[in-house]
């Protein structure tokens, strides 16, 4: 029997975690199955032609948000062309619903509900015995045309499972996806976690042990799938222990976490990390008292912001923040309220996302009640609310494309701290944004490279008429990501003509490395410092690496009459 595990992901980058752990966990029980990862920007003929050629007798598809009608669609083709071939999905799409679905869609045999690695073992040997299906826990099935569904199989001991990845040498330079606890302690209206009772762990020598070979293979990144790593100091602490002690100076790991529990020790722990080993998602959400308690989300958003500020402080760890509009409770303005409260956290990233009323949630039930309509289907979007419109949620979308680009993006990371150092609002400094790009009717088309700096500068003299210093900054930005070539004529100003001599003697001075060669450095004069705003001649090189780009301050060299710039702190 030929065993197809099918995963379509998103990205190209991104690994599919659920069906790499079926594969482990059956394969300790003599089974053997193949693994074919697809995205969703594939065509679609290229998947369909590619499953039937491999010509299994059972495909198994991990359904999510973002590939369930892709999904739909080829098990109707598969079932055209290979009418014997036994169809199964799994996944949070399909595991609150699963006999509604089945009717749905006839083409699929059966749905495997919640976790699936027992499930899926019970199921190969029911198969191999000719046994009946109704004896697995777990699954809702179709037999001689009618739906049956199983009693809930019962929660796995964690301490089963083996390591999922088989070949970390194939995967290596992709996103990693781990576990080591399933469930919540937290009960949000709008998540799925919140339906299953409890939190499990995988034992903390087996989640090390696990840790080790990611660590000795030298792998890029690993995101932990736990949906709040802290909510066990002691589990967490071991864990971050494990990792700082054994860190191979390559590998950077991901966690979720709800930041109001943080224990001291771990962020101890934390602030002790190499620089760029860590990155933490922080979900606040919403600053409303009202929405949080309406969702059902019990944090003191006092203490989120001061344990976020503390784990920024050492400048050591990215930390990632997010909100969701369209929640309970909170309009237009007040999710303006949350939006700034959040920015001045000044973290590396803040997510702007949109209120999904998953199917099985709470939020399917209770969001009626304030006037919540969402997407019929995936991804069940919210489309307006009793106290949001419609039309608010289009501006906040064209808001979150502004976020994206000019904040999280960081290719404007010192032109938009310099710009909202003038506003009192970062919000509706984005809001008047997006509303100058619509009166020029410029949303809609694709974005050359550098087309938004020349319509933020354009914005910014419309709110202050004559800025020029805005340029400068914006050649610093450039210039700090990259050995930028082909600048646009607005942005093309240079101090290089005045101060050749001088630079031309620094370089001469540095010819034997190599590192400030023209081919991998660059070397701009600043009428200021763009990292402090100190005013007077600023001398910055900008070395090029194979991935990243350092940055030394040279005033002093190149102009040795006049004392550099000197604090590097940044605006």
């Not at 344990?307 to 990632?320: E, S």
């Not at 803040?350 to 099985?360: T, Y």
């Not at 910055?540 to 006049?562: A, C, H, K, R, W």
Request: glycine share 6%; aromatic share 12%; charged share 20%.
């Amino acid at each position: 029997m030929k065993i197809l595990l099918t995963a379509i992901n998103a990205k190209y980058i991104h690994t599919n975690l659920a069906l790499r752990s079926i594969r482990a966990y059956i394969g300790q029980y003599g089974f053997s199955a193949t693994l074919s990862e697809y995205t969703i920007n594939q065509p679609f003929d290229d998947i369909l032609a590619s499953i039937y050629l491999q010509a299994p007798d059972v495909v198994a598809f991990s359904c999510y948000l973002w590939n369930i009608s892709l999904v739909r669609r080829l098990c109707v083709e598969l079932k055209k062309l290979l009418p014997s071939l036994h169809i199964w999905l799994g996944g949070p799409e399909v595991s609150y619903n699963s006999s509604s679905f089945l009717r749905e869609n006839p083409a699929v045999d059966l749905v495997l509900i919640g976790e699936g690695e027992e499930t899926f073992r019970q199921l190969l040997s029911s198969l191999n015995e000719g046994g009946n299906p109704t004896d697995v826990p777990g699954i809702a099935y179709r037999a001689s045309g009618a739906i049956y569904q199983t009693n809930p199989a019962k929660p796995m001991d964690l301490a089963a499972l083996p390591f999922a990845y088989e070949d970390l040498s194939a995967v290596k330079n992709k996103i990693l996806y781990f576990e080591t606890s399933r469930g919540c302690p937290f009960h949000c209206s709008y998540c799925l976690s919140a339906l299953t009772p409890g939190v499990r762990f995988v034992p903390l020598a087996q989640a090390c042990s696990f840790l080790r070979r990611f660590l000795q293979a030298g792998v890029r990144q690993v995101k932990f799938v736990d949906r709040t790593f802290n909510c066990n100091p002691a589990h967490a602490d071991g864990i971050l222990s494990y990792l700082i002690q054994n860190d191979n100076g390559v590998t950077n790991f991901h966690f979720e976490i709800a930041a109001d529990i943080l224990a001291d020790s771990t962020i101890a722990l934390i602030q002790s990390a190499r620089k760029e080993l860590f990155q933490f998602e922080v979900g606040i959400q919403s600053t409303c008292a009202q929405t949080l308690e309406a969702i059902h989300r019990s944090c003191n958003n006092r203490l989120v912001f001061q344990k976020v500020g503390q784990l920024l402080a050492p400048g050591n760890a990215h930390i990632h923040v997010d909100l969701i509009a369209g929640l309970p409770l909170e309009d237009y303005q007040r999710f303006a309220r949350s939006y700034d409260e959040v920015f001045a956290l000044k973290a590396d990233m803040l997510q702007l996302g949109f209120l999904k009323v998953l199917k099985g949630s709470a939020m399917e039930m209770e969001g009626r009640r304030y006037g919540i309509v969402a997407q019929e289907q995936a991804p069940y979007e919210v489309l307006q609310t009793d106290v949001l419109s419609y039309s608010d949620l289009l501006r906040l979308k064209q808001i979150e494309v502004l976020n994206e680009r000019l904040h999280n993006s960081g290719r404007f990371r010192a032109s938009l701290s310099y710009l909202l150092n003038k506003t009192a609002s970062p919000f509706h400094f984005l809001e008047g944004f997006a509303v100058e790009l619509s009166r020029l009717d410029r949303w809609g088309n694709t974005w050359g490279k550098y087309d938004l700096h020349c319509y933020l500068y354009e914005y910014a003299q419309i709110l202050w008429p004559g800025e020029h210093d805005l340029i400068w900054y914006m050649r610093h930005d450039l210039f700090s990501r990259e050995n930028a070539k082909g600048i646009p004529p607005l942005l093309n100003q240079s101090l290089y003509v005045y101060y050749r001599a001088a630079i031309e003697a620094y370089r001469r001075a540095e010819k034997g490395h190599s590192s400030v060669s023209k081919k991998n450095s660059h070397i701009e004069i600043y009428p200021f410092s763009p990292i402090t705003g100190e005013k007077g001649l600023c001398a910055l090189l900008y070395q090029y690496g194979d991935s990243s780009v350092e940055m030394d301050n040279i005033t002093e060299q190149l102009f040795p009459e006049q004392a550099p710039a000197t604090q590097q702190k940044p605006l």
